[in-house]
């Protein structure tokens, strides 16, 4: 039996540029940034191999192409980027002689916000691609309105496509309703002998994706999902293929690639090969720990640092191709003077790395001081937060709402309100702890 081949790949985020604490250096002048660039090879690299792979069936990519625009930022992807992705499509399409459809899905990165227009439209012809098939928000928010599937059938391949592009639909209570409703919409029928593959941008993790996505309730037999940048397994036929590359330091500890997924139109088993792109990196892209005691002296101290960045003294310097991104962890018995201290040192000392281009081969250097105190008091996990300032947060709130209409006399659903108060709670919370993952 001919197993059905597909790849799946997501958050590649061209035009993403690493920024804080960087040296000011181009890797090609005026054109792109050294990070930037080196996304935009390892995208081109990859999509070269994919179109290489044998029996191939289908190309899924599940969102954020492109790292902008974001959120309130409007600024449309940097031109490299644009004209990388249409490279990368050419290659994929060329190789594969038209022959493999590659199914996209929008992410909430690379969106103009309430503009039905987007990235890909503004540089690529659909007509020129044939066989790419690309599902934007405008295209979910119309199948919602009409009550329809948002799915994508190959009858010859007995697969069907169900699409799920990012949509904040908890955002507000009637978009909720509605998705709640039209997901129904995307059940596969049974026993026709298709294999029913969900592709979607979105995570649990911050609410985005629909529960009935995240668990096995509607019965596909895969899962594709965007959204985390790393890879990872989220049940048994859930899976993240993450980013090519890490993005930021938090992401350096996962693990990014794409996944080379085998079905069995029969018995719907799986088997997944994972490919870490992760291993492309050219750079140096770590994090140092440098313990800090109590009395040591200053000097003691420089010179602990100065150590760790000899590692990445070369001889021709500094090299955009390979310069290292790193961040210093100091942990330990942290004071106040000392937090001061390190602060100015750090500065100093990256200062004169980027100007000793001839020496250092580094591209970026930031630091992080942990307190030891700071760890014992840090866990602001929302258990915790719950924990010392409401008990029950839910029956507390309702308590209080309650209060408050009788004073005001109001008539108001009591447990609505409650449920929306207990949702902004959450929100801040979440809030919170991604200001913590910087
Ligand atoms: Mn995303």
Redesign the pocket.
């Known amino acids: 039996m001919k197993m059905v081949r597909i790849v799946q790949m997501a958050?590649t985020h061209l035009g993403y540029r690493a920024r804080r604490g960087t040296i000011s250096k181009w890797a090609i002048q005026n054109y792109s940034r050294p990070y930037e660039q080196e996304l935009y090879d390892t995208f081109l690299k990859v999509m070269e191999d994919v179109s290489k792979i044998k029996d191939l069936d289908f190309l899924v990519h599940c969102?954020?192409m492109f790292h902008h625009p974001f959120l309130y930022n409007s600024y449309p992807p940097p031109e490299p980027a644009r004209r990388t992705f249409k490279e990368g499509l050419e290659i994929f399409f060329r190789n594969t002689n038209n022959q493999v459809p590659l199914i996209y899905i929008e992410?909430?990165?690379g969106i103009f916000r309430g503009y039905e227009y987007t990235p890909f439209e503004s540089h690529i012809k659909e007509q020129e691609f044939p066989n790419l098939h690309y599902f934007k928000e405008r295209n979910l928010i119309t199948a919602i309105k009409e009550k329809k599937p948002l799915e994508l059938d190959f009858p010859t391949k007995k697969t069907r496509f169900y699409l799920f592009p990012?949509f904040e639909f908890k955002g507000f209570e009637i978009y909720q309703q509605q998705y709640d409703n039209w997901i129904e919409t995307q059940r596969p029928p049974k026993g026709d002998g298709y294999l029913n593959i969900a592709i979607a941008?979105g995570s649990a993790g911050d609410d985005t994706l629909h529960n009935k996505v995240n668990s096995d309730d509607l019965g596909y037999d895969y899962v594709a999902l965007?959204?985390e940048h790393g890879l990872k397994m989220l049940s048994k036929n859930h899976f993240y293929s993450g980013s090519l590359l890490p993005l930021n330091f938090k992401e350096v500890l996962e693990k990014q690639g794409y996944l080379i997924v085998d079905i069995n139109p029969k018995t719907k088993s799986l088997n997944i090969e994972k490919v870490f792109t992760d291993e492309l990196l050219q750079r140096t892209f770590t994090i140092i720990t440098i313990k800090v005691y109590p009395n040591q002296s200053s000097i003691d101290l420089r010179n602990k640092i100065i150590n760790e960045l000899d590692c990445y003294v070369n001889d021709n310097g500094f090299d955009s191709k390979t310069a290292a991104r790193l961040k210093i962890n100091f942990s330990g018995e942290i004071t106040f003077e000392k937090n001061w201290q390190i602060n100015e040192m750090m500065s100093s000392i990256r200062r004169d790395c980027f100007s000793e281009t001839e020496k250092y081969n580094i591209l970026q250097l930031l630091w992080k001081i942990l307190d030891i105190s700071e760890d014992l008091e840090d866990d602001i996990s929302a258990g915790r937060i719950q924990d010392y300032i409401l008990e029950k947060p839910d029956a507390e709130f309702k308590t209080f709402v309650n209060e408050k209409l009788n004073e005001e006399q109001s008539n108001f659903d009591v447990d609505k309100l409650a449920q929306i108060g207990m949702r902004a709670l959450k929100k801040a919370l979440r809030n919170i702890e991604r200001e913590k993952e910087v």
């Open positions: 958050d969102g954020d992410g909430n990165h990012y941008h965007g959204h």
